[in-house]
C-alpha cells in the first residue's frame, strides 16, 4: 500500500512539473561542468567568487586536511576545542565586525558539536582570498549587470538585479522542459518550482560567478531564445 501511494505522488510530481531529477555531475573545470560526458556551460553555482575553482584554496586545504587530520575527535564540550578553531572563529568575528563567532559546517555538526579542526583552517584559508577578491567581485557585478539587460532587452521578464537572476517562466512544467532543452544544448540551468517558489511562478534562477565572461551570456540567451 505505501509503495502504491508513494509511486502515485512521484508520478503526480512528474505530471504536474514537480518531480525532481538531478543531473549527476561527472567533474568541475572551471564554469563548465561535464553531465554524462559532455561539457555543460554552468549557471548553477553557488560559487560566486570562483573560489571553488581556485588551485590555491585546494592547495591550501590539502595542507590543512594532512596536517590536522580529517576529525577533531571530539566535540567542542569534551575535547575537541582546539585553539586553531578558536583562532579562526575570532579572525571570522574581526572581518565581519562581531565580538565573537561560533562555526558549525553544517546543521548536522551543529547539533553535534563537531568541528574538525582542519576545517577551521581552511575557511580562514578561504576567508584570505575573500579578502583579496576585489578584482572578482567587479566581474560578478559586471557580468551580472550584462546578463540581466540582456535578458529584458530580448523580451524575458527578470527579478533580482545582483548575482543571484530570475527569468520568470510561470509554468512548472514549461520551466522544467525549458531547464531540460538548455542542457541538451550544453546549458545548466536550475529551475525553481514549487515549493520553492509560489505556485505558477516557476523560475530559471541563474547563478553568476567570477567565472563567466560576456560570451558566456551571449550563448545562454541565443539558446534560451531557441528553446521558450
Do not use: W
Not at 68 to 73: E, K, R, V, W
Not at 181 to 206: C, E, H, N, Q
Request: hydrophobic share 45%; net charge positive.
Amino acid at each position: 500500500m505505501f509503495e502504491k501511494r508513494f509511486r502515485d505522488r512521484i508520478n503526480l510530481q512528474q505530471l504536474e512539473g514537480l518531480h525532481r531529477n538531478p543531473p549527476v555531475i561527472e567533474k568541475r573545470e572551471g564554469r563548465f561542468v561535464t553531465i554524462k560526458g559532455q561539457k555543460v556551460l554552468s549557471f548553477a553555482s553557488n560559487d560566486y567568487l570562483g573560489l571553488g575553482a581556485s588551485h590555491q584554496l585546494a592547495a591550501q586545504v590539502g595542507k590543512h586536511f594532512k596536517a590536522g587530520g580529517s576529525s577533531a575527535s571530539s566535540s567542542r564540550l569534551v575535547a575537541g576545542n582546539y585553539q586553531t578553531i578558536c583562532r579562526a572563529e575570532k579572525t571570522f568575528a574581526d572581518y565581519f565586525g562581531y565580538e565573537d563567532a561560533l562555526f558549525f559546517p553544517s546543521g548536522y555538526q551543529a547539533n553535534l558539536a563537531i568541528l574538525p579542526q582542519a576545517h577551521a583552517l581552511a575557511a580562514v584559508a578561504a576567508l584570505e582570498l575573500v579578502e583579496q577578491a576585489d578584482n572578482a567581485r567587479k566581474i560578478v557585478k559586471d557580468v551580472s549587470e550584462s546578463m540581466g539587460e540582456t535578458l529584458v532587452q530580448e523580451g524575458f521578464q527578470v527579478f533580482g538585479n545582483a548575482h543571484i537572476i530570475s527569468v520568470l517562466m510561470g509554468d512548472e512544467k514549461k520551466a522544467a522542459q525549458v531547464s531540460q532543452d538548455l542542457l541538451s544544448r550544453g546549458i545548466l540551468a536550475f529551475s525553481a518550482r514549487f515549493p520553492t517558489v509560489p505556485l505558477g511562478k516557476a523560475i530559471l534562477r541563474l547563478g553568476m560567478t567570477a567565472l563567466h565572461r560576456d560570451e558566456d551570456i551571449k550563448i545562454f540567451v541565443n539558446k534560451l531564445k531557441e528553446v521558450v
